[in-house]
């Protein structure tokens, strides 16, 4: 979940990278935001312990959740158990004043939305991924059957026989090796896991402009045909 889905969300002020925001039902308080200097409430994003509380220098509730990766502190809240406040602030911060379950199980609906967020994305993922890889299939045969007629012509290296072959054929054969290689790296941003498998290859990165140098030579040569 990222920030801005969070807030069209939150029924509570939070704080996410020492950002004070305001939530769609409620504001910052007025306390937190114009009259404390010390902004302790924020040491709460250095913890790692989901839903752990902290009372600030102003007497305010403040609780931290951590959904997915997005670490937020709900701030400035007053629970109905917090004895520090004083009752006159109560009294002019009666919208701040929560229940802790309420705030507990509003972060519990959160979290079950980023989890069926989470989940329609890997379903998607999976089902363009498989796709992805009957495509990624046929182009590595496509690109393996133009190394075979690439060999089948004079010369003693392969890097000879493409040297002497016609123009057409350089102009497949590099197409086809940038493809397969942006496929490889596409497969990579896809599916993370598959960069621990199958086999290493070194690039050469001047060889490698040098293919895109060719292929765009190859298409103004086209244009002014």
């Known amino acids: 979940?990222?920030?801005?889905?969070?807030?069209?969300?939150?029924?509570?002020?939070?704080?996410?990278?020492?950002?004070?925001?305001?939530?769609?039902?409620?504001?910052?308080?007025?306390?937190c935001i114009e009259k404390c200097k010390e902004k302790d409430c924020t040491k709460l994003l250095a913890s790692n312990d989901n839903f752990e509380e902290y009372?600030?220098?102003?007497?305010?509730?403040n609780i931290l959740s951590i959904i997915g990766e997005l670490k937020f502190v709900m701030n400035g809240l007053i629970f109905h158990d917090n004895k520090i406040i004083p009752t006159g602030r109560k009294d002019v911060r009666k919208q701040w004043?929560?229940?802790?379950n309420d705030v507990l199980i509003f972060i519990q609906k959160i979290n079950e939305i980023e989890l069926h967020l989470e989940k329609?994305?890997?379903?998607?993922t999976e089902k363009n991924f498989s796709m992805f890889h009957d495509f990624k299939t046929s182009m590595s045969i496509f690109f393996s059957c133009t190394q075979d007629i690439i060999n089948n012509?004079?010369?003693?290296?392969f890097n000879e026989k493409l040297e002497n072959s016609d123009k057409s054929y350089k102009d497949l054969y590099n197409s086809l090796d940038l493809i397969t290689s942006q496929l490889g790296m596409v497969d990579v941003i896809l599916n993370p896991n598959s960069i621990k498998?199958?086999?290493?290859?070194?690039?050469?990165?001047?060889?490698?402009?040098?293919?895109?140098?060719?292929?765009?030579?190859?298409?103004?040569?086209?244009?002014?045909?």
């Open 1 to 31: 979940m990222d920030k801005e889905l969070l807030k069209s969300l939150s029924k509570y002020p939070f704080i996410i990278e020492n950002e004070f925001n305001d939530s769609v039902e409620l504001k910052q308080n007025k306390t």
């Open 197 to 225: 498998f199958g086999s290493k290859k070194p690039i050469n990165l001047y060889k490698l402009f040098d293919k895109i140098k060719a292929l765009f030579g190859h298409l103004s040569t086209k244009k002014e045909i």
């Open 120 to 124: 329609r994305v890997n379903e998607t």
């Open 153 to 157: 012509l004079e010369g003693n290296t």
């Open 55 to 61: 009372i600030c220098s102003k007497g305010y509730n």
């Open 97 to 100: 004043l929560v229940n802790r």
